[in-house]
């Protein structure tokens, strides 16, 4: 989760703001939404991903599922996917996840019903960047038909994202391999600062005439953690197949929690509908991604003024939340057991928890870790 | 061409489409008991004063918006789980129990059907009571068990097949899976009295049944939240250890909020923590952690003294409105004229009322009246008001003499 520079959860401004709208509104009540959620969060919520000049929104082939979290998306769309995709209830059909990803994407397919679950090439740690030819060969090599997992931006844990040009040779394979993409989008605007930059690759695909899906959580550029909103964002071939697929989605919504919580779908509704408090929100999204952008800068010229050994370019060329340091096992234990810094394993360090109090004594600490320990 | 091409339109929600054909009509004297929502007198949706109080102390209390744990709510879970089994109940108080917030009543349904579809290996059929609430058989059947029926309502009587119910239940395969309304009984509104609750309980013992009792109404059946929780704490005091789906949809007026439990009675504490963790694994994947508004507002009614209190109230007020209007209506059918017995209207509780309106009789209902209904001549008894209670009752006198 976002941490301001004093180390604390940050509360929207907007967020403050249009809650204390919601709260004085007492035209507002606590019935039911329905199955597929707020009508005016999900049009805008899909909006947001694809474009105000998205083709796919403009030729009515868009569909969305208000869901709990980006989780509650992936569940649901897992779900369709094992009932409906590649045949009919078809639990082979290979589902492949980043090698590393998120640990919940493997869960959230296995509990769906796939069966095949497989890693694709992603993370080089030789170079610390895209092991893209890793990637592209996986693809090559994958059952026709195969569903792949893509980030939309800000991968999670390593932070690494493709180029555009490298996303235009992944769709490429994708396409000529039949290859299903479901993106996971829970990052936008967080990464880049940019609504539009962070959704450039799910807006790439959309161009280039895929169906997809696109998992939404307004977890983070929301700050909404708690609130559970997400979205599904479903782009098909035409309205007609977009309308069938919505209406078993409705029917496996229905068996999951029926309908969705309406509190954080209401704060992101409003916001977005409005032009003034979405340009506000657009604010306070820069200003978290300003600040975790400013940290890395501030790190990675530490180390290089310290002359802490290896290269640290990829603390800035990586982006988001997450920063794969490059820290091995052993000096993670070091970091954690002799300067109390806590931090995964893999040597991924949230940036978020990085201040301008706590920059110093983490480069420091980082520097000896890595003079230390080998 | 689609990847969806070969992908059926889903069936209509039946529901719905009694609501959607409502909303079409243009005659003022139309009536929506298709609802599944309560409604005041002036058949609005009523927020209760104590969530708009709990409300107004949530946002002065400035909150951050963290992630809730995924089990949820601390003080909410355990609050829940006091409500339904007692503050003086052993299980309660020995800790024998986990209780994990749920997505309301069906979130919470849905966990425990996957947490037995993934634990309880000795058997896969569920049976429920016939009828049941239409959304049981999906949720259990995508959770990968199997459904079976017990004999419940008869239709003869407009009430409890209770020999016919003793008889099915006393032939369910040994260690089978039974769903019991806990009160307030979806769709009928016909629940067991308290001494044939207790022949139930020696029954469902005797053949070592797992027993989950939905529990949507507690406090809206009766007005009493100790005498509508009272089947499930027999259940209990009795040594058998149910599992629970509870909902705060309808007792607090959240339905959009999603505030639910579920809760698993084990042998001791160490088996509730070990049960915990498997139901954590289950929801991690599902949504990862569940919604805090409804369940902040819930937590701070429940523990919060005064506000308890008037909660307490205004949920006895919402349960006597619509036992208000079961009087009324058959009196008013009285003065009609009509000749048939329909004590079964005073006689069913909580929320919805099987008429015994046959399907033809419905369509006429709906054609000639207005008056929208399922076809299994289900009301919601909390869309009838003492405004439109005599014309509801010139209805169906019309359509029946």
């Given at each position: 989760?976002?941490?301001?520079?004093?180390?604390?959860?940050?509360?929207?401004?907007?967020?403050?703001?249009?809650?204390?709208?919601?709260?004085?509104?007492?035209?507002?009540?606590?019935?039911?939404?329905?199955?597929?959620?707020?009508?005016?969060?999900?049009?805008?919520?899909?909006?947001?991903?694809?474009?105000?000049?998205?083709?796919?929104?403009?030729?009515?082939?868009?569909?969305?599922?208000?869901?709990?979290?980006?989780?509650?998306?992936?569940?649901?769309?897992?779900?369709?996917?094992?009932?409906?995709?590649?045949?009919?209830?078809?639990?082979?059909?290979?589902?492949?996840?980043?090698?590393?990803?998120?640990?919940?994407?493997?869960?959230?397919?296995?509990?769906?019903?796939?069966?095949?679950?497989?890693?694709?090439?992603?993370?080089?740690?030789?170079?610390?960047?895209?092991?893209?030819?890793?990637?592209?060969?996986?693809?090559?090599?994958?059952?026709?038909?195969?569903?792949?997992?893509?980030?939309?931006?800000?991968?999670?844990?390593?932070?690494?994202?493709?180029?555009?040009?490298?996303?235009?040779?992944?769709?490429?394979?994708?396409?000529?391999?039949?290859?299903?993409?479901?993106?996971?989008?829970?990052?936008?605007?967080?990464?880049?600062?940019?609504?539009?930059?962070?959704?450039?690759?799910?807006r790439y695909f959309v161009s280039e005439g895929f169906e997809l899906f696109c998992a939404q959580s307004f977890s983070k550029n929301f700050g909404l953690y708690n609130e559970r909103v997400g979205n599904l964002t479903v782009v098909g071939k035409d309205a007609?197949?977009?309308?069938?697929?919505?209406?078993?989605?409705?029917?496996?919504?229905?068996?999951?929690?029926?309908?969705?919580?309406?509190?954080?779908?209401?704060?992101?509704?409003?916001?977005?509908?409005?032009?003034?408090?979405?340009?506000?929100?657009?604010?306070?999204?820069?200003?978290?991604?300003?600040?975790?952008?400013?940290?890395?800068?501030?790190?990675?010229?530490?180390?290089?003024?310290?002359?802490?050994?290896?290269?640290?370019?990829?603390?800035?060329?990586?982006?988001?939340?997450?920063?794969?340091?490059?820290?091995?096992?052993?000096?993670?234990?070091?970091?954690?057991?002799?300067?109390?810094?806590?931090?995964?394993?893999?040597?991924?360090?949230?940036?978020?928890?990085?201040?301008?109090?706590?920059?110093?004594?983490?480069?420091?600490?980082?520097?000896?870790?890595?003079?230390?320990?080998? | 061409?689609?990847?969806?091409?070969?992908?059926?339109?889903?069936?209509?929600?039946?529901?719905?489409?009694?609501?959607?054909?409502?909303?079409?009509?243009?005659?003022?004297?139309?009536?929506?008991?298709?609802?599944?929502?309560?409604?005041?007198?002036?058949?609005?949706?009523?927020?209760?004063?104590?969530?708009?109080?709990?409300?107004?102390?949530?946002?002065?209390?400035?909150?951050?918006?963290?992630?809730?744990?995924?089990?949820?709510?601390?003080?909410?879970?355990?609050?829940?789980?006091?409500?339904?089994?007692?503050?003086?109940?052993?299980?309660?108080?020995?800790?024998?129990?986990?209780?994990?917030?749920?997505?309301?009543?069906?979130?919470?349904?849905?966990?425990?059907?996957?947490?037995?579809?993934?634990?309880?290996?000795?058997?896969?059929?569920?049976?429920?009571?016939?009828?049941?609430?239409?959304?049981?058989?999906?949720?259990?059947?995508?959770?990968?068990m199997q459904l079976q029926g017990y004999r419940y309502y008869d239709p003869k009587t407009c009430s409890l097949d209770f020999s016919g119910a003793m008889d099915d239940i006393s032939k369910i395969p040994e260690k089978s899976i039974i769903l019991l309304h806990?009160?307030?009984?979806?769709?009928?509104?016909?629940?067991?009295?308290?001494?044939?609750?207790?022949?139930?309980?020696?029954?469902?013992?005797?053949?070592?049944?797992?027993?989950?009792?939905?529990?949507?109404?507690?406090?809206?059946?009766?007005?009493?939240?100790?005498?509508?929780?009272?089947?499930?704490?027999?259940?209990?005091?009795?040594?058998?250890?149910?599992?629970?789906?509870?909902?705060?949809?309808?007792?607090?007026?959240?339905?959009?909020?999603?505030?639910?439990?579920?809760?698993?009675?084990?042998?001791?504490?160490?088996?509730?923590?070990?049960?915990?963790?498997?139901?954590?694994?289950?929801?991690?994947?599902?949504?990862?952690?569940?919604?805090?508004?409804?369940?902040?507002?819930?937590?701070?009614?429940?523990?919060?003294?005064?506000?308890?209190?008037?909660?307490?109230?205004?949920?006895?007020?919402?349960?006597?409105?619509?036992?208000?209007?079961?009087?009324?209506?058959?009196?008013?059918?009285?003065?009609?004229?009509?000749?048939?017995?329909?004590?079964?209207?005073?006689?069913?509780?909580?929320?919805?009322?099987?008429?015994?309106?046959?399907?033809?009789?419905?369509?006429?209902?709906?054609?000639?009246?207005?008056?929208?209904?399922?076809?299994?001549?289900?009301?919601?008894?909390?869309?009838?008001?003492?405004?439109?209670?005599?014309?509801?009752?010139?209805?169906?006198?019309?359509?029946?003499?």
């Amino acid at each position: 989760a976002y941490r301001t520079d004093e180390g604390q959860p940050w509360v929207l401004p907007v967020v403050k703001k249009v809650e204390q709208m919601i709260a004085n509104d007492n035209s507002l009540n606590h019935e039911y939404l329905p199955i597929l959620g707020l009508p005016e969060f999900r049009a805008n919520a899909s909006r947001i991903a694809l474009g105000d000049d998205s083709p796919a929104i403009k030729e009515n082939r868009v569909g969305s599922v208000q869901s709990l979290g980006g989780t509650g998306a992936l569940r649901i769309g897992a779900e369709f996917l094992r009932r409906w995709y590649n045949g009919n209830n078809n639990t082979a059909t290979p589902v492949y996840v980043s090698a590393p990803s998120w640990e919940n994407h493997n869960s959230v397919f296995m509990d769906a019903g796939f069966k095949d679950i497989r890693t694709y090439h992603y993370w080089d740690a030789a170079k610390r960047g895209l092991d893209l030819q890793g990637l592209l060969n996986d693809m090559e090599s994958a059952p026709e038909f195969s569903i792949f997992i893509l980030h939309a931006c800000a991968h999670n844990p390593t932070g690494t994202d493709p180029t555009p040009e490298q996303w235009k040779q992944i769709a490429a394979v994708m396409k000529r391999r039949s290859l299903f993409p479901f993106f996971d989008s829970a990052y936008q605007g967080f990464a880049s600062g940019s609504l539009d930059k962070d959704a450039w690759a799910v807006r790439y695909f959309v161009s280039e005439g895929f169906e997809l899906f696109c998992a939404q959580s307004f977890s983070k550029n929301f700050g909404l953690y708690n609130e559970r909103v997400g979205n599904l964002t479903v782009v098909g071939k035409d309205a007609d197949n977009v309308q069938r697929v919505l209406s078993q989605m409705e029917k496996i919504v229905r068996t999951t929690w029926s309908n969705p919580p309406s509190q954080g779908a209401r704060i992101v509704a409003t916001t977005l509908s409005s032009p003034q408090l979405f340009d506000e929100w657009k604010g306070n999204v820069k200003t978290m991604a300003d600040r975790v952008l400013l940290m890395r800068s501030e790190l990675r010229s530490r180390l290089e003024a310290l002359g802490t050994p290896g290269t640290w370019n990829h603390i800035t060329e990586q982006i988001g939340m997450f920063s794969f340091t490059g820290l091995n096992p052993k000096q993670v234990e070091y970091m954690i057991k002799e300067k109390h810094i806590y931090l995964m394993a893999s040597g991924r360090i949230n940036m978020c928890g990085l201040t301008t109090k706590n920059l110093d004594y983490v480069a420091k600490s980082i520097h000896e870790a890595v003079t230390k320990i080998q | 061409s689609s990847w969806w091409s070969h992908v059926e339109m889903g069936p209509p929600d039946p529901i719905l489409g009694v609501t959607e054909a409502y909303k079409r009509d243009t005659n003022s004297k139309k009536m929506n008991l298709g609802v599944g929502a309560y409604r005041d007198d002036n058949g609005k949706p009523y927020v209760l004063n104590c969530v708009r109080k709990a409300e107004a102390m949530i946002a002065a209390k400035k909150m951050d918006k963290e992630y809730l744990p995924i089990g949820g709510l601390a003080d909410f879970t355990r609050a829940s789980a006091e409500l339904a089994l007692g503050e003086n109940s052993e299980a309660f108080k020995s800790g024998r129990y986990v209780t994990v917030q749920g997505i309301s009543g069906t979130g919470s349904l849905r966990i425990g059907a996957n947490f037995l579809q993934r634990f309880f290996k000795a058997s896969r059929d569920v049976y429920l009571p016939k009828p049941s609430w239409g959304n049981h058989t999906p949720i259990f059947r995508d959770a990968g068990m199997q459904l079976q029926g017990y004999r419940y309502y008869d239709p003869k009587t407009c009430s409890l097949d209770f020999s016919g119910a003793m008889d099915d239940i006393s032939k369910i395969p040994e260690k089978s899976i039974i769903l019991l309304h806990a009160c307030a009984h979806n769709p009928t509104g016909v629940d067991p009295r308290q001494e044939q609750w207790k022949e139930l309980a020696a029954v469902v013992k005797k053949r070592n049944l797992l027993v989950y009792f939905d529990m949507a109404y507690q406090g809206f059946a009766s007005g009493d939240i100790n005498r509508d929780a009272w089947a499930v704490r027999h259940f209990i005091e009795q040594g058998i250890n149910i599992v629970l789906s509870q909902s705060f949809a309808k007792n607090m007026g959240l339905y959009g909020e999603r505030a639910g439990a579920f809760t698993v009675i084990c042998s001791d504490a160490d088996e509730a923590k070990r049960v915990e963790s498997q139901l954590k694994i289950l929801i991690r994947p599902m949504y990862s952690n569940p919604p805090v508004n409804g369940a902040r507002i819930a937590s701070l009614i429940l523990n919060t003294p005064d506000l308890r209190k008037e909660w307490l109230t205004e949920v006895k007020g919402m349960a006597d409105r619509i036992i208000s209007m079961r009087t009324q209506l058959v009196s008013n059918l009285k003065k009609e004229g009509s000749s048939h017995n329909w004590q079964h209207i005073t006689d069913q509780i909580g929320m919805f009322c099987f008429t015994g309106l046959k399907p033809e009789q419905v369509e006429r209902l709906i054609k000639e009246f207005s008056v929208y209904m399922t076809k299994d001549g289900r009301i919601s008894v909390a869309g009838v008001t003492s405004g439109n209670v005599g014309y509801l009752a010139h209805a169906i006198h019309q359509v029946t003499k």
